[in-house]
């Protein structure tokens, strides 16, 4: 038997919808508003302290807090070889709630995004054991080596909201979002968050494969 290929340690899979709400679609944009507002005070730009769970001050900047959770995880591995499960599931359940706000506003989903249930949106990320997982030096760099993957998101970002306006389109007269439209919209969301989970959130040392799928 084939050995079934290894899982990445950031997933991102979404329920297709066999109906979707013509009215709701059309007024998405404003529909969208007050949750994408708590969203924007929640990660806005700010001078933000981390402070990690032995009471020590690891970061502060004025980047918002996803810079600053990150900034604080490159500096909680490098120096302590640790990556606290407390603040590992602030920032997964940060990303989920992400997601969701962008599943909603690209019309892969009519539930309107919840700050704590998943919905028709799973995302997981693998906790990592720093001793053996990780290379407490690595997160130096990842930034870097992924640009290859920045010049790809940005064309696949800019394709994933031309297709989000077909789809919109479509679902006005069908009631449907076209399953390969909604494929690889989602496929370029998973692709994004794998390089974020790389890069960003450092969960994984392995490198974001260059797939949709």
């Not at 499960?85 to 940060?94: C, H, I, S």
């Amino acid at each position: 038997m084939a050995a079934q290929p290894e899982s990445y340690a950031a997933r991102l899979n979404v329920d297709y919808p066999e109906r979707l709400n013509r009215f709701t679609t059309f007024f998405r944009v404003i529909w969208i508003i007050p949750i994408a507002i708590i969203l924007i005070l929640l990660t806005a730009t700010g001078n933000d302290t981390v402070v990690s769970n032995t009471g020590d001050q690891v970061a502060r900047g004025g980047g918002g807090l996803s810079v600053g959770l990150g900034l604080a995880t490159l500096l909680m591995i490098v120096i302590r070889a640790r990556y606290p499960r407390w603040w590992f599931d602030f920032a997964q359940e940060l990303t989920r709630f992400e997601t969701r706000v962008v599943a909603y506003i690209l019309l892969l989903t009519d539930q309107y995004p919840s700050t704590v249930d998943a919905q028709s949106v799973h995302l997981d990320f693998d906790y990592p054991d720093v001793a053996r997982d990780l290379n407490r030096w690595l997160p130096l760099v990842k930034w870097l080596l992924a640009i290859p993957h920045y010049v790809v998101l940005v064309v696949l970002l800019l394709a994933a909201i031309v297709v989000a306006v077909i789809a919109w389109f479509a679902i006005l007269v069908t009631g449907r979002y076209p399953r390969g439209l909604f494929d690889f919209v989602v496929g370029v969301l998973r692709w994004s968050l794998r390089v974020c989970a790389y890069a960003f959130l450092l969960v994984t040392d392995r490198y974001p494969p260059f797939s949709l799928s």
